[in-house]
């Protein structure tokens, strides 16, 4: 009798999550990935949800969070823990607040880069600007006034003007490297 194929769990389960805010957005990456490349295994909401609610620690309040939201879905009949979406909304309601965003798009607005090495500045900036929630002509913009004026003046000359951040970038990159060799 020939073996039927078994979806397998790809990579590893995140961590316990603490409750931390400052660990919410790296905590909820690491859910979504998860879920994300083990879809053949949890095929279904109730699945992916009822899952993702045993990875907050017991004892501190996201697994008190946890517990309600279970507690709830398990009162009705069949369970009903509701959709992806819906539980990723209600994460981001308890565990990430408001002046975190507020914070991390002050901090993509102000962090120049100076005299630091492009890449080094970039990976520190990106990090910032991703945890912003903006949009990509947003986080253009403030790319572009937190390079030096020469980048900035250098990006003026280009035609046509790039219409993507990853653009941007390569192009700053570029002429950061040309300004690092000939400069």
């Known amino acids: 009798m020939a073996q039927q194929n078994q979806p397998?769990?790809?990579?590893?389960?995140?961590?316990?999550?603490?409750?931390?805010?400052?660990?919410?957005?790296?905590?909820?990456?690491?859910?979504?990935?998860?879920y994300a490349i083990n879809d053949a295994m949890y095929t279904t909401n109730t699945q992916k949800v009822s899952s993702a609610?045993?990875?907050f620690k017991?004892?501190?309040?996201?697994?008190?969070?946890?517990?309600?939201?279970?507690q709830m879905a398990l009162a009705i009949q069949?369970?009903?823990?509701?959709?992806?979406n819906?539980?990723?909304?209600?994460?981001?309601?308890?565990?990430?607040?408001?002046?975190?965003?507020?914070?991390a798009i002050s901090k993509m607005h102000s962090h120049q880069m100076g005299t630091k090495d492009f890449a080094t500045w970039f990976q520190e900036w990106s990090a910032k600007a991703r945890r912003t929630g903006v949009d990509e002509t947003t986080k253009m913009w403030a790319f572009?006034?937190?390079?030096?004026?020469?980048?900035q003046q250098k990006h003026?000359?280009?035609?046509?003007?790039p219409t993507t951040l990853d653009t941007l970038v390569e192009k700053a990159r570029e002429f950061d490297r040309n300004w690092?060799?000939?400069g």
Request: glycine fraction near 6%; hydrophobic fraction near 40%; aromatic fraction near 12%.
């Open 86 to 103: 819906d539980f990723k909304e209600a994460f981001k309601k308890q565990f990430i607040p408001p002046a975190s965003q507020i914070e």
């Open 78 to 84: 069949p369970p009903n823990y509701g959709t992806w």
């Open 53 to 55: 609610l045993t990875h």
């Open 156 to 161: 003026l000359t280009l035609s046509p003007q």
């Open 8 to 34: 397998r769990i790809l990579g590893t389960a995140p961590d316990l999550y603490d409750s931390s805010p400052e660990k919410a957005i790296a905590f909820w990456n690491t859910l979504a990935n998860y």
């Open 144 to 151: 572009r006034c937190n390079l030096p004026t020469i980048l």
């Open 58 to 70: 017991i004892g501190t309040p996201g697994g008190n969070w946890a517990s309600d939201l279970m």
């Open 180 to 182: 690092q060799i000939f």
